[in-house]
């Protein structure tokens, strides 16, 4: 049986551990693993206490990983799952990755949903349909999506949002000639996720209103 003869500091960081299994050199692993998977002088060293070290080595790449990619922007869970999948971690392990930044509050699915939201409304309004889609893009959950689609949809009215949509556009007409328009206009604004009841009624309150 193979036994830990020696676990050092490491020189260049000391938040690491030289594992030494019969007097060679055989792992480098953080201190907190050590710890928690007791790793001691003496003990022995079969392919459990090997397995176990490799699995959280696997484990702190990944997540040292995933860190760097949400230093650079926001993610959402199961899209920075897919992406570490992308660049070779396992799939356990990029779940194991993902419950841990979750409990720790570096994700949060629903903050994401909002700040989505948000970039894709802030030039002009969208509607549900455009929405989801979005979302949908980034693997975001249909329960969150709702949820957040909601609290956008209620801040104002489907019909007020088109009509600013329809706004935008018509500025861009000769009005002598949006009656010829009409139906290009009401198509581009369906495209913005809204149905075509909404988009044709707020077209009507619009011409109402200007004359």
Known sequence: ???????????????????????EHVARVDA???ALIQLKVGSDWAQEQSSAVALHQDQQEARAMAMDLISRRMWGSQELRSRLIQRGVQTEIAELVINSLLEDDWLDDAAY???????????????????REKLALKHISSR?????????????????????????RMKKIDPRLL???RNKLVKAVIRRGFITEVVQDAFNELLSESS
């Open 32 to 34: 907190a693993t050590v």
């Open 144 to 168: 969150i999506s709702e949820d957040a689609i909601a609290t956008y949809a209620n801040e104002v009215p489907a019909i007020e949002r088109a009509k600013v949509c329809l706004e935008l």
């Open 113 to 131: 949903a909002a700040a989505l939201i948000r970039e894709t409304t802030r030039k002009e309004p969208a509607g549900k349909f455009l929405l």
């Open 1 to 23: 049986m193979s036994l830990i003869t020696a676990i050092e500091i490491s020189e260049d960081d000391p938040n690491f551990r030289e594992i030494y299994v019969d007097d």
């Open 179 to 181: 009656s010829v328009s």
